[in-house]
């Protein structure tokens, strides 16, 4: 009988430095997707804050830090990531274990917005996507989130099947990046 063994979506691939920038796989904990059933919104952020520290956010911004971070992730459903949800969170909402379907990775370093502006079609720039903004978008032709989480620091998922390819396409930017200075 074979072994199996468990790997992270970007096994093997991460992490990449070039010039400034560097991309590295990131464990954001459990994912959990989070949507409230109709009418129950308020009550859900209540339990979220009570349960985890966070609340329900509104569309494209998150609520919380590393540890426990709730990313706006479409009309009427956040991602929990960090902690398994509380029990208590099933009364007002549909939940949904994610975690093995979303490859996680982090760009970094002076010129992050750059590399990403070669790929995104939306203004990433700190002056309009602060931190604590969030967008669900295209990363060439695939769909992703995207996350500021610092001033030259973007949290990126893609389907976990996309996983080869985001590194690609984001190491051919910032090598396209690091060129350019």
């Not at 954001?28 to 129950?40: C, E, H, K, M, Q």
């Not at 956040?78 to 982090?106: E, F, I, K, M, Y």
Request: hydrophobic letters at 45%.
């Amino acid at each position: 009988m074979a072994d199996l063994v468990a790997k992270s979506a970007c096994a093997g691939l991460l992490p990449v430095t070039v010039g400034t920038l560097t991309l590295e796989e990131t464990d954001i904990g459990v994912l959990t997707s989070v949507a409230p059933y109709n009418g129950r919104g308020d009550d859900l952020s209540t339990a979220l804050q009570k349960a985890h520290g966070v609340k329900l956010p509104a569309p494209n911004r998150t609520t919380g830090q590393d540890a426990v971070r709730a990313i706006w992730f479409g009309r009427d459903v956040a991602l929990l990531a960090g902690p398994a949800p509380d029990r208590a969170l099933a009364t007002h909402a549909a939940l949904t274990d994610q975690s093995d379907a979303w490859a996680v990775v982090t760009l970094s370093g002076d010129g992050s917005d750059d590399a990403l502006a070669r790929l995104v079609p939306l203004d990433l720039r700190a002056a309009q996507f602060k931190t604590g903004h969030t967008a669900r978008t295209q990363i060439m032709h695939m769909n992703a989130s995207v996350t500021r989480t610092g001033p030259d620091c973007f949290l990126i998922l893609v389907f976990r099947a996309m996983a080869q390819t985001l590194v690609h396409e984001l190491k051919t930017a910032m090598e396209g990046v690091a060129a350019r200075r």
